[in-house]
Structures are given as C-alpha cells and as structure tokens.
C-alpha cells in the first residue's frame, strides 16, 4: 500500500504495528461495505460525484446537440425538458456539493491531524444515503418518468393538476432524502473541525481549506431546512390535497420560491465555498508561501456564509415584489460581492509576492481567476434589479452562473484532483497530459458560455428546447455545441489522466509539492491511521515550520501516538489545547443498514404503498435505537 | 437606429460602443433582426441597455486591471525571484474591498435609479392591454374592446401603454427584450407592466419562465403603430370578423364552425364560441401560427391544422379529422380573416 | 465533560494548567445541539410560510366560516410539556451523581406527561377535525402541518425517552457515560422552545 514511508522517527515499529491492527482493515467483502474509514468514505464520494457528474454531462452534451442548429428534431421537448432538469439537479445536488464533501472527508483529518471524522459511523451513513438517493432519481431516467420542471422546480407548474405522475415526486422526495446525507455530513465536518483538530492548531491556525468546509457546512445546516420544508409542503400538495401552492385555497405559488431561494442563494456559496477553500489550500505550495492576509480571507469567508442569507430575492426580480424590498435585496446583492473581491485580492497579491511553480494545478488556478472573475462581474450586474430584470430567465444567466460554477467549483476541484492525487492514490499524474487537459477545458469553457451572454443579450430566453433560425441566435449556439464538444474532450483527458496516474504513474513521495498543511505529513497514500504521531502544531504552515516537524519525531510523546486502541484526541474548541484521547467507532454494517431501510421508506412513499413505508419507518427507529445503544466499554464512544 | 430625446441620457452614447458589440456581434454573425436588448426600441430597454454599457465599460476596466497583475505575476514572479514574505493587508483591503465598494455603491445608484424610472407606472387615462398566459399562447385583451385576440399586441408609437398580466395556469414570463424587461404572470395574483415604443415597428417577445413543454414556441409580436392605425385596430376588435366572399372560404366557415374547431376556438359574428384555445377573428393577419411555432401561410396552417402535434408537440390541440376537399376551404377562410 | 482521561501530562502541564475554561463539550454536545439547530431552522420557516400565507391572504385569519382554535387545551398542553422537561433535568442530574433510580423515575415520569399531552392532542384534532381538514384550504394545511409536524417530534422525544429508559434498566448510564441522556435533555429545551412558538403562532396569533 505505502510506498516510502521508512520508519518514523517518532513511533516505534512495535507501535505501528499496534496502530494498524486497531485501524486497518483486512479486504473482504464485508469490510468493504462496512468501512468508516474517512479516506475510503471520502474516495466513494468522489467516484460517485464523479460518476453523477458524467451523467449530468452526458445530459448536457445531448442538449447542446439539440440546440446546436435552429430547429433541430434530435430531441422531443419532453426529452430536453428532462434533460436539462436531471442536467441542473444532477449538477448542484449530486455532483457539486457531494464532491467538496468528498474531498473534505479525505482532506479535513488529515489536515487538521486526526485520524478520522468525529462520527465515522455517520459518515459512512451519509455516504450511503447519498449513492441510493442519487440512484433513486436517476433510475427515473431510463423509466421516462425523470423530473421535467427544472432544477428549481417551481410551483404551480409542479402541481398535480399541470405535473401528473410521479415524476416530481422523484424529485421532492430524492431531495429530502438526499438532504439526510448532506446534513449529517455538515454536522459532521463542523464537529470534526471543532474537537478533533491537533493540540495546537488554535483557530488562526487552522487551514483555509478547512475554514471554507466548516462554513459551508453551517450554510448547508441552516438553509437547508427551506430547501426540505419546500419538498415537504409540494410532496404535501400533490399526494393529499393540501393547499399551500394552490391560489384557488389561500395558498401561494411565490412561497415555493422564497422558500427555494432562501436555499438557493446560500447553496450557490455552498458550491463555490469549498473551491474557493481549494484555491487557498493549493496556492501556497504553488507560490511558496502563505496565502495572503490570512486574517481577512477568513472573516470574507464568514461574511459570505452570512450574507448569503439575505439576498434570496434577487432570484426573484421579475415576480413583482414590492419595489422597497427589491432595493433592499439589490443593495445585499450588491455587498455580497466585496468578501469575494478581498478573496481574490488576497490571491493576486500571494502570486505578485511569491514565486511561481508552474504546474498543473497553478494552471487551474489561473483558469479559475479568468473565469470565476468573468463570472464575478456579471453576478455584480445582477445584483441590478433593473438589468436583471432585462437578463435573467435568458441565455445570459446561464452563462453567468456556468461562468461561477465552472469557474469558482470545476476549475477548483480540477486544481485539487492534481493536486492531491499523489496523497489519494500514491502516484504522480502525466504534467503533459495534464497540461492539454487544462488548454482544453479552459478553451472548451470559454467557447461554450461565452457566446452565451451574447444571445443572451440578444433576447434568447433559457430552457427552449429550440429556437427559430431568424433570429440572430445560431451562429452563437453552434459555437457553444462546438465549445462543449471540446469542453468533454478536455474532461475526458482528465479523467484518462487520472486512470493513467492510478495505473502507470510514478510513485509519489510523500510530499512532492512542498505543501504547508499536515496531509503532506503523512504516507502517500496515507497509512489507515493517517499519523503514526499527532502532530503538535506551531504554525499556520505545520508542515514547513520546524517544531511542528519536531514534535512528530524527536519530540514524540506517548500521548500523541495513542496506539493503545482506536484513537484519536479531542482538543478545545478554540485554542485547540489537548482534552483527552477518544477510542473512535470502529467499522459496521449498521449505517448501510440505516441508510437501506430509509431507500425503502423513500421508495414507498413514492409509490404510496403507506404500509410498507410504516414499516421501514419503524425499522429505520430500531436501527436508530441499535446503533446508538449505549456500550460498556470503559472510554467514550464517539458516533 | 433612432435616438429619441428620452433616449439621449446621462450615460455616454454608445457610438464607439456600438462599433465594438458591432465586432462582437460580427464575431458570432449574429444577425440584426435579433430581437436584442442592445437594440432598443423604446423607453424601457433603452435605460437598461445604457445601464449595460455602464457596467460592462467598468466590468471591462476591472477585468484587464486583474488580468494584468496576474498576467504581470506570470511573467515576472518565476523562475529565480525570491519569495517576499510581507503581509499586504491594506493593499487587498483597499484593492479587493474599498475600490469594489465605491464602484459598487455607485453602480447600485445609477441601478436604483433606472429601477425607478421603469416602476412609474402609466398616467390614468393610458391605454390598457389586459395579456393573459395559457400554456403555450397568449391572449390579449384591450380596454374598451370587446373582441379578444392572441400573441399579438398593438401599441400606439410613442405613448406609454400599461399592460395589466394575468396567468390563467402556471407562471409564465412576459418579455420584450427591446421594449421592457421581464414581468412574470403570477398564478393567482396579477401583475403590471409599460410598453413604449419610440419606433415603429415590430417587436419579438417571449415567455421566459419555464412553463411546461412548449415554453419555446410561447412567443408573441408588439407591434407599434401610429396612434390612428392602433384606434383602428382597437375598433376591429368590436366588429364581426371579416365575413366570407368566395364559395370556399364559405364552406370553410361552415365546416369550421360545424366541425371540431369551434369547440375550442372563437370566431365573433359566428357560432364559433369555443373559449380553450385562442380566439381566431383576425387569424389570417397574425405574424405566426402556434405563439411563433411556423410562420402564417397557407401551408403552414394546413399542416398545424392537419396535426399540430408534429409542429409543436405537447400543445393542446389534438389532430384534427378534416377531409382532403375541406381543408383547404378551412385554410382559404382562416387566412381571410384579417 | 467531567472525564478528562487520566493523560498525566494534558492534566498537569502548563498549558492545561492555564486553561480558562473548565474543558470543551464532547462530539456528541455539538452533533446534537447542531442537529437541534438545524431542525429549529426547518420549524423557523415552516412559521415564516405561515405568516407569510397569513398575510397574503388578507385581514381575514382564519378565513371565512372557521373559528379561532380553541384556547383551552393548547395551554393544558403547553403545561404538560414544560413540566415535562424537570423531571427529565431531575433524572439527568440525578445520573451525574450516579443515582440510577432517579434517572429511571424521570424518565418514567417524563413519558407519561408526554404521553398525556399526546392524547390530549389527539382529542383535540378529533374535535377539530369535524369543521377543519388539511383539505379544506390552506388555512387547515397549515395548522394540521404545524401542531402535526411538532407533534411527530413529541413522538420522536417519547421514543427517545423510553429507549433511554430501557438503556437504563440495563446500566448503561453512569456519572461518566451519560452523553445519550444530556442529548435528550436539549432535545427537550428544542422541543419547549418550538412549542411555544407553535402556540403563539397558531393559538395566540390569531386573536391579536
């Protein structure tokens, strides 16, 4: 498995060995579905993301293959209408946020030096519930019944009366259930981050990569009820006849989408957050030296998790709300652009004062502060409400946002796998291939949504699945069919690179970039323990300051190697000062257990067959009441 | 393109401007009968197309400053420079807050002033086009006519008309990128709008909220004409559609409003009182068939009314069981209702 | 927590010796008091819509031909969940002690006020529901979604309650493993605090 590590310093072989007997894991079939280990959990995160966001591209090649010439019959409305909808949804849900979560759970212990998340069990279970709730709304693809009303799904057009069937039912309730994963995962993060982080590393110590995780993960705990109430109260509606979207009864159908925004504009930061975390996490190593104004990175960071809850109505600047609350609104809008302007700031100014290393990564960078600033810009019109009265709903939004997600969490997360491939998988990646990689996607990118803002602005609205020839919009749809083409091409050399990496690459050292944070401390790929020592941390920078080193080898202590069991220490909250050793949870079929009886209890209520899904409710208390019985052992069991 | 005095604001002329979307545009060949925000027709379009100017002018300023430290960091900071240690806070706090905060404070106000410009809403006495959103057509209504048409509103060049908006399903989006920005029809609650044309002249529009699976063929035509020609038009509405003149556009009438078609389908002066789909007096001087699905001749007509299916799948109107001899007596009398 | 490990080195160095703070609170204080958080959010919004509802529906609330709800019962209710939480608190303390009786008393004595204020809920939807049904407009929606959805919480709690109550029948608890029990102690401030914001938007808000 490792490949350099020789003997560390600081732990003794015996000591070792004792540390992998209580962490590793022997293969068999039952230890790959009962793992809690963080790093497995966390590569099963972005293997599936990966694989929702292949089909969420597949979707979005089909399209631009529609629209690629006015008029064209490739694809029946109803089948680019599910497109574009499973498009969206897959995007933003199942690909984006779990990704960055995926990439958290392999990074945040090693990086805060712990050896796993502070609920390893829930962790495994919030991997769980997120693959079947994925599946759970992509089967509805091949049955034709896929969701057909959008990523944002607005009521009425989702009531039963215009949407018979069960496909936004997929939806609302693929949603609530994929939501069970993404806040126990939050929670998660938050709690790792608080108590689990090494004897040393006070909160001006901790890594920007972490800070933008944690952030995200209190955006994800308080905006993601509205998203869930919103699924609730439809999935209310259309199977028992309540009345919250329904005029003719009191109800209203702009309440689905304050609700909807209420999470969705904080769910816009919760994408890009963690890529703006990568940006500052990979940059050091390419600079050599510290991001920036630490200090002013990590307040923008917070501000923006705040902010973000006051600007939903910018979404919604064509219903006709009253005028005061749109100056408001567009006043919020308009602020929330500075947290990410000192962000970037810091940025620039760590490339001017440094020395640049160019490599794969850095060239991500550099595609990421092109187009998420493109992107920057044109989210500030917005904040206009006049102009974006005149621009929204039109192809100038999408490319916009296309500009912010790609740019502010594609082009991050691309700068990452680069990065940290050499930690995940042990092996160096091909810097050529890598490289035409980049010059694709950059270029793909570009030529895909720059025409875009054109038509746009020339008056082509969003979601048609056709257009008239006449009009002065083909010439810029095909560039942009063209542009995705060379787009997937790019993607596709990524992913060739990586299963070249995996089978050809060279062996990695353990830290081949000259990284600042405590990942590069361990093996590539890291031992199951991560740390055969906790590292006692001095520094914003512990792997490039002495005594951090120190206190892993010749400065050891007993009370750091903890190889007497499972693991790992609690710290305080804010100084992070040594509490205690905890024994960590150890692996268990009992979360995909949990996470099996809640597919059933979804799929049930979907088909309305009330009794099964009594059942499963009361198989998913049992489990519940099963996993958490107390035990006897003598230390405290997280999880 | 027109400047009318209204139109000349504070805000710099584009003339050079122009040239430069002119290269864009030339870059994606786009044609000029886009219906294009850039391009604006009247009062409302023309304020926001000069608040797009503004910002993309300062977008433009921004972009190449950042550009060039990055591009400055590329070219200099590599190779054999030493690493400098210092910690520029005032610079990120001035360069990434301070200067982002006037821009932005003072982008906001030009913004907050064009949003007021755009919700004075019209003098009493304005005229007042009542718009309704069907899936996927529109029905338009005049205040003071008794008649009703569809996907095709009539202004008086130059006077500021109010546009009362109503759904009659789910939420659609009434947009004429060179006239007004978008309003959206708000299932359950009603909505208001202007429309001024400086120019007359045609007008695009189109629904741009998603609203099912024909929201791309939900377009409709302002057409802008002088105040005696939209009288005029407003009167028409009053009077029984045009009556037939020759056999065949009688036996059309017959067969139209004895058949299937006057189910769903009105046509003033006849029995035809059908209220599903749009009413069709004027049919044969609409600018398209099916909300901008096929342009209006009688080819077209005979195919959407043959099967409409195959032309805008998903709409409403099932295929129609017309004989070979009858359907071109129907074509002959719908494309005489002018 | 009280536990703080037996690590020699932690307990006696300078720096443990300059903490301020008496320790952090344990991973299973934080899940839980996020989770609470987090379900708080859910109900801040699920009474944001009904206000917003309310007031886009106009003056008249409840609309035409439905009555305030009744007053009586609802603060009956309040009473019995409040008071439902000491002896809860008494029983957790009583295990910081290590008096397992005690705990065993309050969580008995717990569940059965509960269980009252359930029953009490459930004639109250019986009467209700003679003159109002989710169905009947979006008022009744509401309402029914409301007391409904805090009283599946209520449940929640009892069968939280009860499991504690069977864990503690088998000495499972002792001063130092009672995280479970402190958990269901928040749970209980969670479950008072939505309450009463239930029965002020619900009961009171429509008479002011």
Redesign the interface.
């Known amino acids: 498995m490792s490949t350099t590590t020789g003997k560390p310093p600081g732990a003794s072989q015996e000591e070792l060995s004792r540390l992998e007997e209580h962490w590793g894991e022997r293969p068999s079939l039952r230890a790959w579905f009962s793992t809690v280990d963080h790093k497995k959990i966390g590569r099963r995160y972005i293997v599936t993301a990966a694989l929702f966001f292949l089909f969420a591209g597949i979707s979005a090649l089909l399209m631009r293959t529609q629209l690629a010439t006015p008029e064209s019959g490739i694809l029946?409305?109803?089948e680019y209408?599910q497109l574009f909808t499973m498009h969206g949804t897959s995007m933003i849900f199942l690909f984006a946020t779990p990704m960055f979560f995926g990439l958290g759970n392999f990074l945040v212990p090693l990086m805060i030096g712990s050896r796993d998340m502070a609920f390893p069990r829930l962790n495994a279970f919030g991997y769980w519930v997120f693959l079947f709730a994925g599946l759970f709304m992509w089967v509805s693809v091949p049955f034709g019944s896929a969701p057909s009303?959008?990523w944002f799904n607005?009521a009425?057009?989702t009531n039963l009366k215009?949407e018979p069937g069960l496909a936004i039912d997929v939806y609302n309730l693929g949603l609530l259930f994929l939501g069970i994963s993404t806040t126990v995962g939050a929670i998660n993060f938050i709690v790792t981050a608080l108590k689990l982080r090494a004897p040393g590393m006070s909160l001006n110590r901790v890594p920007l990569f972490v800070w933008a995780i944690v952030a995200t993960s209190f955006m994800v705990v308080f905006a993601l009820p509205a998203l869930n109430l919103d699924n609730l109260l439809l999935f209310l509606d259309r199977r028992f006849d309540t009345h919250f979207f329904d005029?003719?009864a009191g109800?209203?159908?702009?309440l689905w989408q304050h609700l909807f925004w209420i999470f969705g504009h904080p769910d816009v930061y919760i994408i890009v957050m963690p890529g703006l975390g990568i940006v500052s996490a990979v940059l050091p190593a390419f600079?050599?030296?510290g991001v920036?104004?630490y200090?002013?990175v990590v307040l923008a960071i917070v501000s923006i998790s705040i902010l973000s809850f006051g600007v939903w109505a910018h979404h919604m600047f064509?219903?006709?709300l009253p005028?005061l609350s749109?100056?408001f609104f567009?006043?919020a809008s308009?602020?929330i652009?500075?947290?990410s302007?000192?962000?970037?700031?810091?940025w620039?100014?760590t490339?001017?004062?440094?020395?640049?290393?160019?490599k794969v990564p850095l060239l991500f960078l550099?595609g990421f502060?092109?187009t998420f600033?493109?992107g920057g810009?044109?989210g500030?019109?917005f904040?206009?409400?006049?102009?974006d009265?005149?621009?929204?709903?039109?192809y100038f939004v999408v490319a916009h946002f296309h500009y912010v997600l790609l740019g502010g969490a594609v082009f991050p997360m691309l700068a990452g796998l680069y990065y940290w491939l050499p930690k995940v998988t042990g092996r160096m990646y091909h810097e050529g291939l890598g490289r035409w990689a980049f010059w694709l996607v950059l270029a793909g990118m570009q030529l895909t949504f720059f025409?875009m803002h054109?038509?746009g602005?020339?008056?082509m609205?969003?979601?048609?699945?056709?257009?008239?020839g006449?009009?002065?919009?083909?010439?810029?749809n095909l560039?942009a069919t063209i542009g995705a083409y060379v787009l997937a091409t790019g993607l596709l050399l990524v992913l060739i690179g990586v299963v070249h990496a995996i089978r050809r690459g060279r062996p990695a050292p353990n830290d081949p970039w000259g990284g600042d944070t405590l990942e590069w401390t361990t093996a590539s790929p890291p031992e199951s323990y991560n740390f055969p020592v906790l590292p006692q941390v001095h520094s914003l920078h512990p792997t490039w300051d002495e005594r951090t080193a120190e206190s892993t080898g010749a400065r050891a202590s007993q009370d750091r190697i903890l190889s007497e069991g499972r693991r790992t220490l609690f710290t305080s909250e804010l100084d992070a000062r040594y509490e205690r050793a905890v024994e960590m949870a150890e692996s268990s079929l009992i979360p995909l257990v949990l996470a099996f009886w809640l597919l059933i209890f979804f799929i049930s209520m979907l088909f309305s067959w009330w009794l099964v899904a009594g059942v499963a409710a009361a198989a998913v208390v049992v489990t519940m009441g099963v996993w958490l019985w107390p035990s006897r052992r003598p230390a405290e069991r997280a999880g | 393109m027109q400047t009318t005095p209204s139109a000349n604001r504070r805000r710099v002329r584009p003339r050079p401007v122009g040239a430069a979307l002119l290269s864009?545009?030339l870059l994606?060949?786009?044609?000029?009968?886009?219906?294009?925000?850039?391009n604006p027709g009247g009062a409302g379009?023309t304020?926001?197309s000069g608040?797009?100017w503004l910002?993309f002018w300062i977008?433009v300023a921004?972009?190449v400053e950042?550009?060039a430290?990055?591009t400055?960091?590329?070219v200099f900071?590599?190779?054999a420079?030493?690493?400098?240690?210092?910690?520029?806070?005032r610079?990120?706090?001035v360069?990434?807050?301070g200067l982002?905060?006037v821009i932005?404070?003072t982008?906001?106000g030009?913004?907050?002033h064009?949003?007021?410009a755009?919700?004075k809403s019209p003098g009493r006495d304005a005229p007042t086009i009542e718009v309704i959103g069907h899936?996927w057509w529109w029905e338009v209504r005049y205040q003071g006519a008794s008649g009703v048409t569809a996907n095709e509103l009539h202004i008086p060049v130059g006077e500021r008309v109010r546009v009362r908006l109503r759904t009659d399903?789910?939420?659609h989006?009434f947009?004429v990128?060179?006239l007004m920005?978008?309003?959206?029809l708000?299932?359950?609650?009603e909505?208001?709008t202007w429309l001024q044309a400086e120019r007359a002249g045609s007008y695009?529009g189109?629904?741009?909220?998603?609203?099912?699976?024909?929201?791309?063929h939900m377009a409709f035509m302002v057409v802008a004409e002088p105040r005696a020609d939209f009288d005029a038009w407003v009167g028409r509405l009053d009077a029984p559609a045009r009556a037939p003149e020759t056999d065949a556009e009688r036996r059309g009438q017959q067969a139209f409003v004895q058949g299937t078609c006057a189910a769903c389908h009105s046509i003033r002066g006849t029995d035809a009182q059908g209220k599903v789909g749009p009413d069709l007096s004027d049919v044969g001087s609409r600018w398209s068939i099916g909300a901008?699905a096929v342009p209006n001749d009688p080819g077209h007509l005979g195919g959407w009314i043959a099967n409409s299916q195959t032309v805008k799948?998903?709409n409403y109107m099932p295929p129609q069981p017309v004989s070979a001899d009858q359907l071109p007596e129907l074509i002959a009398y719908l494309q005489s209702l002018k | 927590m009280t536990d703080r490990g037996g690590i020699v080195a932690a307990a006696t160095g300078a720096e443990a010796l300059s903490t301020e703070e008496p320790v952090g609170r344990s991973t299973g204080w934080w899940g839980m008091v996020l989770f609470v958080a987090t379900e708080s959010t859910f109900f801040a919004c699920l009474l944001g819509s009904y206000y917003y509802l309310r007031f886009q529906v106009g003056p008249r609330w409840p609309p035409d031909g439905i009555g305030n709800p009744e007053l009586v019962r609802p603060l009956i209710m309040t009473g019995l969940l409040l008071f439902s939480s000491v002896p809860l608190f008494w029983g957790v303390r009583g295990i910081r002690y290590g008096r397992r009786w005690r705990l065993r008393a309050g969580l008995l004595a717990t569940m059965v006020l509960v269980v009252t204020f359930l029953t009490v809920q459930a004639t109250e939807y019986v009467d209700d529901l003679r003159t109002l049904t989710p169905t009947t407009d979006v008022y009744g929606s509401l309402y029914y979604l409301i007391t409904g959805f805090h009283s599946v919480h209520v449940l929640g709690g009892l069968a939280f309650v009860g499991w504690l109550l069977a864990a503690s029948l088998g000495n499972r608890f002792d001063p130092q493993h009672y995280d479970r029990v402190r958990n269901a102690g928040i749970f209980w401030v969670f479950l008072d605090v939505v309450w009463v914001a239930v029965l002020f938007t619900i009961y009171l808000s429509p008479r002011l």
Request: aromatic residues 10%; charged residues 10%.
């Open positions: 029946s409305p109803q209408n009303a959008g607005y009425p057009l215009f005029p003719s109800g209203n159908v702009l600079t050599r030296r920036v104004a200090p002013l064509a219903t006709g005028q749109y100056s567009s006043a308009t602020i652009t500075i947290p302007g000192i962000q970037f700031f810091a620039l100014s490339m001017a004062l440094g020395r640049l290393v160019i550099i502060l092109v600033l493109i810009l044109t500030a019109m904040a206009l409400t006049a102009f009265q005149q621009v929204t709903d039109s025409p054109l038509y602005l020339f008056g609205p969003r979601r048609v699945y056709t257009y008239r006449d009009l002065g919009w083909d010439a810029g560039i | 864009l545009c994606t060949g786009c044609a000029g009968d886009s219906p294009s925000a850039l379009a304020r926001i608040l797009w910002l977008s921004v972009f950042v550009m430290l990055m400055w960091a590329l900071r590599r190779g420079v030493r690493v400098r240690h210092s910690q520029p806070m610079f990120v706090a360069a990434g807050a982002p905060f932005l404070v982008v906001y030009f913004g907050l064009d949003l007021a755009l919700g899936r399903d789910v939420l989006s947009w990128p060179q920005p978008k309003t959206d708000i299932a359950g609650q909505r208001q695009r189109q629904c741009a909220e998603y609203c099912g699976t024909q929201h791309a901008g799948p998903g």
